[in-house]
């Protein structure tokens, strides 16, 4: 926690911003902009950050929404990819370089290794999120997504349930799909997928909320973990905002308010923070 | 459901008194007291329930604490018996009939089956339960008993937890600790071993005690089912009695009351569920 001037004090989340996976992925296609200048193509976004992307786009990193053509290096992003999209890609010949977050990465394992060993597979997370679909394509036909925003599905007529979860999924969300699988399979078998950084910034940002009068979340308005960072702080009855950058801040929100938190979602670069921070101080006085 | 007099209603729940592995294990009993009469020992009560070990003693059924001479035939009791034990029976050639519940057995083959698949096995129940006893027993060495009376032992040193649960125990329960462990396990592998019996029978006596004044839970103090019927009735803020038998109804309970929900353990006979509802009904006159 970094303390602030004594008009607005401004605390920050221990682990807000970027995590390995992020930054891994980062490393790489900056690394791949520099080798192969102008033939650099990641499908869709690397990460889920507008201004991140921004910048790499200047770098040379082409987001592209189909399979580029044969002379250039694809870039499998942090979220994964579906196994048939990335064959597709194998079969035209381009140069892939995976950027995919290991921990995805273990997931799309796990849940590859329970189909094998005959397990109905249910991956718990967002339905239409990248790295769920992802997922998804390793455990194959069939498999059953749980997305708490939607209707729980009987499940009863299973014997033998095969779990994984979405890497930046809400464990409480996790826990509580589980609770209710419970009660149908006899059997179960879990990998709690879900990554030590999310957890780790989901505790940090609820603990945060319960000291300060007002919360302010920075990340892609496109990024799960970022807007599952802003449901938390809202659900433990704090005022907060999601901005994407400093720009978007208000002066009058900060008005009678002595003390704010900031946290940031796992693809938020550091400079947007600090940028965001420097403003709510300038603001404050 | 059951209706009665205009004065009291008693209600007795649909799934009250003898389970599937009770009724099995008292006819075991009885057809080894026929045959073998005078050497038919149970080690330990056969069920848990005083007034039918008295019938079944009258039958010459005998309750023995040590293992009996090698003349007899011993019955394993519904709750199943650590394999040590039952090891130490078969070295001394005696005749074993073994009425073990099967819903125990396949709770005892689950745990024995997780430790040769290289998990940390955890049974869920209470620690001092001859069930538990037993499956741990076929579980060995090591293995942990969570237990909801106890200290939540800390078990993140272990990669791979393997769970079963005692027959009897409460669903919420299960579910809440298994809820725990999901945080410090990266794997666990599941085997739900509660039984239908025992659910069942706490979803109706829970459901009839909203919707009456008072509960009279009929079965022995020592039955851990019957104890559980009794603590779930409570906790949905009931007036509830516990009782082994009609004797010990007193009729200033029922001073102004409507409705009266009767509930039984899975090990209490139907004759003193009949004889509570007789005296209720004449106590109610």
Known sequence: MRKNNPHLQVLVAEKAGFCFGVKRAIRIAREAAEKDRGKVYTLGPLIHNPQVVEDLARRGVVVSKGIP???????????????????????????????????????????????????????????????VQGIVGY????????????????????????????????????????????????????????????????????????????????????SANTSRLTQLCRGASRKTYHIETANQLKKKWFKGVKKVGVTAGTSTPDWIIREVVSKIKEMGN
């Open 69 to 131: 053509a044969s002379d250039g290096a694809v870039i499998i992003r942090s979220h994964g990819i579906h196994p048939q999209i990335l064959n597709r890609i194998k079969t035209k010949g381009i140069k892939i370089m995976d950027a995919t977050c290991p921990f995805v990465k273990a997931a799309q394992e796990k849940a590859a290794l329970l189909k094998r060993q005959g397990y109905q597979v249910v991956v718990i997370g967002e339905k239409n999120h990248p790295e």
């Open 139 to 222: 455990a194959g036909k069939g498999t059953i997504v749980i997305d708490q925003n939607e209707h729980f599905p009987n499940l009863s007529r299973f014997k033998k349930l095969g779990i994984v979860t979405q890497t930046t999924y809400n464990f409480d969300a996790f826990s509580k799909s589980v609770s209710k699988l419970l009660n149908s399979a006899k059997e179960i078998k879990i990998f709690n997928t879900i990554c030590n950084a999310t957890a780790d910034a989901q505790k940090n940002a609820l603990d945060l909320a319960k000291k300060v009068n007002l919360m302010i979340v920075v990340g892609g308005y496109n």
